[in-house]
């Protein structure tokens, strides 16, 4: 436990699993585009992310991006909007957005709705209120909504609800932390919450909160520092964060720290990775923990980087 130890994650990060020194080829190499979000964000939150190359991230995504207009998870890969939504949020955070072709993105994901509000993922049609959140999050940075019909996005995303208050993958299906991170995301970036019984939910939601202090995705289940976002980011959207022990959660994520070579894991003492080093200083930064960069809990990027999209149109 103790401090966040800043100058090692950051370390950490920029030679991921020390198979490389320099932190543009890791992330090229092994981590794709979903790593890079990680990554770079994390830096971006602990102050650091002036420690790369902008050039060489920019021109590598670009590198990316199919001819329909999404972008693989790496150089010739098929197009998902799982690594669409990072391709964009990654531009977001160098202020970058306009290298891109930004009608071409947008007509890519608004192809991807489906006649009852859906979303699906690719062109191979697996449908998830994860892909719902993810096209309505990266059209609103693109600001493009207007190029989806919204409101039946939206009456898909309210016809997951469960009668506990949080939200499955599909219609009927079981509620789940990251679900309902995606489908409270969703409603808030589309001015929707009213369609959320927030005291259910968030009765559900700090019953994640075990007696580590940590929380878990589903009841029965482990914590995970993941969660720490997932629950987190979800409370504090629909306004009772104030319903779990911000302190005991504080002290999990610092108890699930590398103090000898930097990086986060899932649980104490488990291997830290890259997925899990962002999601648990992304909790702390939601924690308010001094030093680091807010986080907006929609959008998932850094509150500066947010705002600059959203006060500049
Ligand atoms: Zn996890």
Redesign the pocket.
């Known amino acids: 436990m103790g401090e966040l130890e800043i100058v090692k994650h950051v370390k950490y990060i920029l030679t991921v699993e020390k198979k490389k020194d320099d932190f543009e080829s890791v992330v090229m190499e092994h981590l794709r585009l979903n790593g890079a979000y990680w990554g770079l964000t994390t830096l971006d939150i602990l102050q650091k992310l002036d420690t790369v190359d902008v050039n060489e991230v920019v021109s590598w995504i670009m590198e990316c991006q199919h001819e329909s207009g999404g972008f693989g998870g790496n150089i010739g890969h098929d197009p998902h909007v799982l690594y669409t939504l990072s391709a964009i949020q990654v531009l977001a955070l160098f202020d970058k957005i306009d290298v891109l072709d930004i009608d071409k993105v947008a007509d890519y994901i608004s192809s991807l709705q489906n006649e009852d509000g859906s979303f699906s993922g690719d062109i191979w049609g697996e449908i998830d209120t994860r892909f719902s959140y993810i096209a309505i999050c990266s059209l609103a940075l693109l600001h493009r909504l207007d190029k989806i019909n919204v409101e039946k996005a939206v009456e898909y995303i309210v016809s997951c609800k469960n009668l506990d208050g949080g939200f499955g993958c599909t219609p009927g299906g079981e509620s789940h932390a990251g679900q309902i991170f995606c489908c409270v995301g969703a409603l808030a970036i589309t001015g929707s919450l009213h369609h959320i019984d927030k005291d259910l939910l968030g009765w559900w939601l700090c019953e994640r909160q075990v007696k580590s202090g940590g929380l878990n995705g589903r009841p029965e289940k482990l914590p ?4 720490s976002w997932w629950v987190l980011s979800s409370l504090i959207m629909i306004d009772r964060v104030h319903w779990i022990d911000k302190g005991k959660l504080v002290n999990f994520i610092l108890d699930c720290q590398d103090k000898e070579n930097g990086g986060i894991s ?1 649980r104490p003492n488990d291997a830290v990775d890259v ?2 080093t962002y ?1 648990g200083i992304a909790g702390l930064s939601l924690l308010e923990y001094r030093g680091l960069k807010p986080i907006d809990p929609a959008y998932a990027l850094p509150v500066d980087v947010v705002n600059r999209i959203f006060l500049r149109k």
């Not at 995970?224 to 969660?227: E, F």
Request: glycine fraction near 0%.
């Open positions: 995970d520092v993941c969660y899932d997925f899990h999601f």
